[in-house]
């Protein structure tokens, strides 16, 4: 996972880090964004009709082992889980391809994203920090639609829907490329709490909870993806394609334990939002490389930090 070459992407990218631990603060190990998290350990697999649309080895494997972290939104570690500022919920899967090997996919628990590039979402959280917050989110109706779309908490880290946001493309052997925006869907359905409920959780009722949950059954989710046609969009993440566009389903993935020493794992893990494995490419979008610019930044500081809160 190499840093970008483009000087003002990575100074961007260092600022979003700066400005997330101003709005935030500084947690030694801990990600400045999406603190609080649990890694589980499962299988990925395939469909039989993912196999036409990509040579990825995750997609054509007959199986592939992989980790998933679950974690709620900010980068504050003790966050409760009954904060509504947990949300949107995050989801990252690596895909262990072996001898060293992997790739990722991250996404979040709502199909928006406040902004089209990394320069304009530093400008959202420097208006976090000034004060004008009101004033962004008024000249910019993407970041409007992001803070006002629905964030019921939910029962479970497992009974959410998660969406890539960002494009990617499938690159069958011919070389034909199909645009998709991955989504997550729960075996166990979405399950919401209404608002008494939630009165009666802990600070960390969803971390609980799926351990509870996993040591019972498996935790199961559907992978699909939402497949563009001629002329969608594919370089913005927050211009949406019609909802009649075709889902084609990718495979499904089971959780069956927590990995072992998980705040260590936790620390050490980078998350790349770039494929970079064959049959899979990244879209045009700019949000792409400056997401990978800010986790390797944000990674190398957690890795480096003495101990972990």
């Keep these: 996972m190499p840093f970008p070459t483009d000087e003002v992407l990575m100074k961007t990218a260092a600022d979003v880090v700066a400005g997330f631990q101003a709005v935030f603060g500084k947690h030694p190990g801990y990600r400045p964004a999406h603190a609080k998290g649990q890694i589980y350990s499962g299988t990925f697999t395939p469909s039989e009709e993912v196999k036409k649309l990509t040579t990825a080895p995750h997609f054509n494997n007959p199986s592939t ?3 998933v972290r679950f974690s709620n939104s900010t980068g504050i570690p003790n966050i409760p889980d009954t904060d509504p500022n947990s949300d949107p919920r995050g989801i990252a899967i690596r895909f262990h391809l072996g001898g060293r090997k992997h790739t990722d996919i991250v996404s979040h628990s709502v199909p928006f994203f406040p902004t089209r590039t990394g320069a304009e979402f530093l400008e959202f959280l420097q208006s976090l920090m000034g004060g004008t917050v009101g004033e962004f989110l008024g000249s910019h109706p993407p970041a409007m639609a992001f803070v006002q779309a629905p964030k019921p908490p939910p029962v479970s880290f497992a009974t959410l829907e998660y969406f890539s946001v960002t494009a990617f493309k499938l ?11 991955y989504h997550f869907i729960p075996d166990a359905g979405v399950q919401s709490l209404d608002a008494e409920a939630v009165k009666e959780k802990g600070p960390n009722y969803l971390q609980d909870e799926l351990e509870e949950r996993v040591v019972k059954a498996p935790i199961g989710f559907k992978l699909v993806a939402q497949v563009a046609a001629e002329g969608d969009v594919t370089d913005d993440a927050t211009v949406h394609w019609p909802a009649d566009r075709p889902v084609v389903e990718l ?8 990995v072992p020493e998980n705040l260590k794992e936790q620390k050490y893990i980078i998350f790349d ?3 970079r494995v064959e049959g899979v490419g990244p879209s045009d979008d ?11 930044i944000s990674g190398k500081q957690r890795r480096a930090a003495e101990y972990a809160e």
Excluded: N, Q, S, V
Aim: charged share 20%; net charge neutral.
């Design 65 to 67: 082992p992989i980790w």
């Design 171 to 181: 690159i069958d052997a011919a070389g034909k490329e199909t645009f998709i925006r």
């Design 251 to 258: 495979g499904k993935f089971t959780l069956d334990a927590i």
């Design 273 to 275: 939002p770039i494929p």
């Design 286 to 296: 700019p949000l792409l490389e400056m997401r990978a610019a800010i986790y390797l």
